[in-house]
T-cell receptor, first 117, second 118 residues
Framework: AQTVTQSQPEMSVQEAETVTLSCTYD???????LFWYKQPPSRQMILVIR??????QNATENRFSVNFQKAAKSFSLKISDSQLGDTAMYFC??????????????FGKGITLSVRP | GAVVSQHPSRVICKSGTSVKIECRSL??????MFWYRQFPKQSLMLMAT?????????EQGVEKDKFLINHASLTLSTLTVTSAHPEDSSFYIC??????????????FGPGTRLLVL
């Protein structure tokens, strides 16, 4: 079975600063996908970024980037130029490299990020 | 694109009644939909995987007779909480992935339904 660990329950960052959210996972799979989802106070889950395990290049989406270390099973999210709208709960998630009904997500416990004005 | 809706967004019901929650993929077809439950400040707990045209697959510990799932079309899955009790009060979220059959298809989430059982 897969596990996803987010050991930091809360973090705070000053607006315009950079913050890194940690995530580690454990799996015996070789082909898999990793995701970061954001859940703001509205509770709508929003995809932030995804990473294919077979790709060595770290994924980037505007101010969001990941540091994917496959050997270390680490998948951290870096948020640059933090904005007030980044205040949310962030979940790291794992998906096995299969299609259809078996492609369920395993979530970490989440981290609450607060951006200070 | 990839919008998922849920209805209702909030429901209050009396203990013992049944409540139906709908999950729709608005601009894509979804062979597979997932139902989650989330308590405040906690992570999402997968309840079941909903497969179009077949029976749902429930996670261990989830009562399939209490949480009835129907996935009648490629754009609609429903979750019915039968004989609801106060301990069923929670936030229920659905997600859907496109019916492409591709590996690693991203899941898109609905806005959630807050259920309160009195």
């Amino acid at each position: 079975a897969q596990t996803v660990t987010q050991s930091q329950p809360e973090m705070s960052v000053q607006e315009a600063e950079t913050v890194t959210l940690s995530c580690t996972y454990d799996t015996s799979e070789n082909n898999y996908y990793l995701f970061w989802y954001k859940q703001p106070p509205s509770r709508q889950m929003i995809l932030v970024i995804r990473q294919e395990a077979y790709k060595q290049q770290n994924a980037t989406e505007n101010r969001f980037s990941v540091n994917f270390q496959k050997a270390a099973k680490s998948f951290s999210l870096k948020i640059s130029d933090s904005q007030l709208g980044d205040t949310a709960m962030y979940f790291c998630a794992f998906m096995k490299g299969v299609a259809g009904a078996n492609s369920k997500l395993t979530f970490g416990k989440g981290i609450t990020l607060s951006v200070r004005p | 694109g990839a919008v998922v809706s849920q209805h209702p967004s909030r429901v209050i019901c009396k203990s013992g009644t049944s409540v139906k929650i709908e999950c729709r993929s608005l601009d894509f077809q979804a062979t597979t939909m997932f139902w989650y439950r989330q308590f405040p400040k906690q992570s999402l707990m997968l309840m079941a995987t909903s497969n179009e045209g077949s029976k749902a697959t429930y996670e261990q510990g989830v009562e399939k007779d209490k949480f009835l799932i129907n996935h009648a079309s490629l754009t609609l899955s429903t979750l019915t909480v039968t004989s609801a009790h106060p301990e069923d009060s929670s936030f229920y979220i659905c997600s859907a992935s496109q019916a492409s059959g591709r590996i690693g298809e991203t899941q898109y989430f609905g806005p959630g339904t807050r259920l309160l059982v009195l």
